[in-house]
Protein backbone atom coordinates (compact mmCIF):
# COMPACT_ATOMS: atom_id res chain seq x y z
CA UNK A 1 0.00 0.00 0.00
CA UNK A 2 1.20 3.76 -0.91
CA UNK A 3 1.10 5.31 2.59
CA UNK A 4 2.34 8.79 1.41
CA UNK A 5 0.70 10.85 -0.76
CA UNK A 6 1.70 14.38 -2.93
CA UNK A 7 -1.18 16.99 -3.12
CA UNK A 8 -0.31 17.74 -6.48
CA UNK A 9 -0.83 14.03 -7.98
CA UNK A 10 -4.37 13.75 -6.55
CA UNK A 11 -7.50 13.71 -8.54
CA UNK A 12 -8.24 17.27 -9.91
CA UNK A 13 -12.32 18.55 -9.43
CA UNK A 14 -14.06 21.24 -9.99
CA UNK A 15 -16.75 21.27 -7.97
CA UNK A 16 -18.53 24.34 -9.36
CA UNK A 17 -16.77 27.59 -11.32
CA UNK A 18 -14.20 29.06 -8.93
CA UNK A 19 -13.58 26.39 -6.85
CA UNK A 20 -10.84 23.15 -8.21
CA UNK A 21 -10.02 20.73 -6.14
CA UNK A 22 -7.81 18.03 -5.86
CA UNK A 23 -9.13 14.51 -3.78
CA UNK A 24 -8.11 11.71 -1.74
CA UNK A 25 -10.19 9.06 -0.85
CA UNK A 26 -9.81 6.28 1.46
CA UNK A 27 -12.32 4.01 3.15
CA UNK A 28 -14.46 5.69 5.29
CA UNK A 29 -13.31 9.80 4.65
CA UNK A 30 -12.54 12.41 1.32
CA UNK A 31 -10.31 14.95 1.75
CA UNK A 32 -10.79 17.74 -0.57
CA UNK A 33 -7.70 20.36 -0.76
CA UNK A 34 -9.62 23.63 -2.81
CA UNK A 35 -7.98 26.53 -4.08
CA UNK A 36 -11.42 28.94 -4.58
CA UNK A 37 -11.42 32.52 -6.43
CA UNK A 38 -12.32 35.55 -4.77
CA UNK A 39 -16.22 35.61 -5.53
CA UNK A 40 -16.80 32.33 -5.90
CA UNK A 41 -20.10 31.05 -4.15
CA UNK A 42 -20.98 27.48 -2.75
CA UNK A 43 -24.79 27.12 -3.17
CA UNK A 44 -27.23 26.15 -0.06
CA UNK A 45 -27.03 22.90 0.15
CA UNK A 46 -27.24 19.55 2.51
CA UNK A 47 -25.43 16.26 2.17
CA UNK A 48 -25.41 12.92 4.64
CA UNK A 49 -21.76 13.21 5.26
CA UNK A 50 -20.00 15.20 8.07
CA UNK A 51 -18.18 17.49 7.37
CA UNK A 52 -15.10 19.70 8.70
CA UNK A 53 -13.95 22.76 6.58
CA UNK A 54 -10.39 24.20 7.74
CA UNK A 55 -9.65 27.36 6.32
CA UNK A 56 -5.92 27.38 5.10
CA UNK A 57 -5.65 30.72 3.86
CA UNK A 58 -7.97 33.39 3.05
CA UNK A 59 -11.42 34.63 3.98
CA UNK A 60 -14.58 32.21 3.68
CA UNK A 61 -17.67 33.58 4.65
CA UNK A 62 -19.97 30.39 5.91
CA UNK A 63 -23.37 29.72 6.87
CA UNK A 64 -24.45 26.50 8.30
CA UNK A 65 -28.15 26.13 9.23
CA UNK A 66 -28.51 30.13 9.16
CA UNK A 67 -25.48 30.57 11.39
CA UNK A 68 -22.97 33.02 9.45
CA UNK A 69 -19.21 33.34 10.27
CA UNK A 70 -16.47 35.00 8.50
CA UNK A 71 -13.52 32.18 8.87
CA UNK A 72 -10.10 33.23 8.62
CA UNK A 73 -6.62 31.09 8.23
CA UNK A 74 -6.80 28.58 11.41
CA UNK A 75 -10.73 28.51 11.35
CA UNK A 76 -12.43 25.12 11.43
CA UNK A 77 -16.07 24.65 10.88
CA UNK A 78 -17.71 21.53 11.98
CA UNK A 79 -20.67 20.76 9.69
CA UNK A 80 -23.32 18.03 10.98
CA UNK A 81 -24.63 15.60 8.64
CA UNK A 82 -27.92 16.90 6.63
CA UNK A 83 -27.44 20.13 7.57
CA UNK A 84 -27.43 23.50 5.13
CA UNK A 85 -25.13 24.96 4.67
CA UNK A 86 -23.17 28.15 1.97
CA UNK A 87 -20.10 29.36 1.49
CA UNK A 88 -18.27 32.45 -0.25
CA UNK A 89 -15.15 33.02 -0.91
CA UNK A 90 -14.52 36.95 0.48
CA UNK A 91 -10.14 36.99 -0.59
CA UNK A 92 -9.21 34.01 -2.51
CA UNK A 93 -8.89 30.81 0.07
CA UNK A 94 -7.24 27.42 0.23
CA UNK A 95 -9.37 25.24 2.13
CA UNK A 96 -9.38 21.48 3.57
CA UNK A 97 -12.74 19.80 3.70
CA UNK A 98 -12.80 16.36 5.08
CA UNK A 99 -16.21 14.11 4.99
CA UNK A 100 -17.01 10.85 6.41
CA UNK A 101 -18.40 8.76 4.83
CA UNK A 102 -16.51 8.71 1.61
CA UNK A 103 -17.87 10.76 -1.16
CA UNK A 104 -18.67 8.47 -3.63
CA UNK A 105 -20.03 11.24 -5.91
CA UNK A 106 -16.48 13.07 -5.60
CA UNK A 107 -14.85 9.60 -7.21
CA UNK A 108 -16.21 10.16 -10.77
CA UNK A 109 -12.67 11.30 -12.63
CA UNK A 110 -15.06 12.59 -15.36
CA UNK A 111 -15.65 15.54 -13.40
Not at 45 to 67: A, D, F, P, S, Y
Not at 77 to 91: E, V
Amino acid sequence: MDYFKRIENLQDKTLFKGFEGKLLHTENMTLSFWEIEEGSVLPLHHHHHEQVTHVLEGKLELTINGQTKICTSGEVALIPSNTPHRGKALTQCRVLDVFTPCREDYKNSDQ
